[in-house]
């Protein structure tokens, strides 16, 4: 079947797998495939400072795994989502081949707001993480320099570059200072 016949009509998360490699960036999004802009400079070197903090953390206490650049999550509402830098603890990584996407929602999704990302997009995001499983999930905003964390049925906590961001359950004995996010 051609690209374009597959445009046509709505798809599930099993096809798009499939397919994804033709599209670059990119969701599924209530069966249609959403095609994702470049990031811009301050994007990526927020995304891979985080990415590095919670990855030296996380290799020197063999808690699992972290995935940066998009990687697709299956969730139970039939959309594949990409989190910005996303960790999977190691009891979850049985049976899940190295060359497909997630078939679940990340223990900790972080999003890192794009300049002229509408808010209520990234609430949206938020709220379909924390519906499809994930326990934590970061916004990191490098326009304010502050991170706001978000747990199932606890109100949101921004932090600022004088407070520290901490791992909790999800990501034992992690902490690092705000401001080193953006430093």
């Given amino acids: 079947m051609s690209t374009a016949a597959i445009q046509e009509r709505l798809i599930t998360a099993d096809e798009f797998e499939r397919i994804a490699h033709r599209y670059g960036r990119s969701e599924l999004i209530d069966g249609r495939i959403i095609q994702m802009s ?39 509402n039939g959309r594949v989502r990409a989190p910005d830098v996303l960790f999977v603890p190691k009891d979850r990584l049985v049976d899940v081949p190295e060359d497909a996407f997630w078939p679940f929602a990340p223990n900790l999704a972080v999003e890192v707001i794009s300049q002229g990302e509408k808010r209520q997009k990234v609430r949206d995001k938020v709220n379909e993480w924390i519906a499809a499983g994930s326990d934590l999930v970061w916004v990191v905003d490098p326009q304010s320099c502050t991170v706001t964390v978000y747990e199932r049925a606890v109100p949101p906590c921004v932090l600022g570059e004088g407070d520290t961001l901490e791992g909790g359950a999800v990501l034992p004995g992690f902490s690092c200072s705000v401001a080193e996010i953006f430093g």
């Fill in 38 to 76: 470049p990031t811009k400079r301050q994007h990526g070197k927020v995304e891979n400072r985080v990415a590095w903090l919670i990855t030296q953390h996380v290799n020197t206490h063999a808690l699992g795994e972290v995935g940066t650049g998009e990687v697709g999550c299956k969730l139970p």
